[in-house]
């Protein structure tokens, strides 16, 4: 399964993280997480619940953060959010775009320390 590979990186890259500043424990983890990324929140959240035992990490949550895909309308010349990931056109005019600004995202952006820690 794809999201267990994913899951795994993500508790590598958290360890880190929380040994840099010092963290003792981490209560949560904050993961911003694209419509287009192609991964299963559900399965990443399954994945996640797994792969924490026996590690510095065991009993963390994972936060997940959706973020909607944003594209730019070269008619409109904006950007829009997409209702939908798909169909990747302009929601307010109707053409086609392929230029994604926002959605691809899988990106760990904050770690909250548990009681311990100052
Ligand atoms: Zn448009």
Redesign the pocket.
């Known amino acids: 399964m794809h999201e267990l590979s994913i899951a795994h990186s993500l508790v590598e890259i958290a360890i880190e993280a929380a040994d840099n500043a010092g963290m003792k424990e981490v209560k949560s983890l904050y993961l911003k997480l694209g419509a287009l990324s192609g991964v299963v929140k559900e399965a990443l959240e399954f994945s996640f619940d797994v792969v924490i035992e026996g590690t510095p990490l065991e009993g963390a949550r994972l936060i997940i953060e959706d973020v909607p895909v944003k594209v730019f309308?070269p008619?409109?010349q904006?950007a829009?959010i997409l209702p939908e990931p798909f169909p990747m056109r302009?929601p307010?005019?109707g053409?086609k775009t392929g230029e994604v600004l926002e959605g691809r995202e899988m990106e760990l952006y904050a770690l909250e320390g548990g009681e311990g820690d100052a």
């Open positions: 309308c008619d409109c904006e829009h302009c307010e005019c053409t």
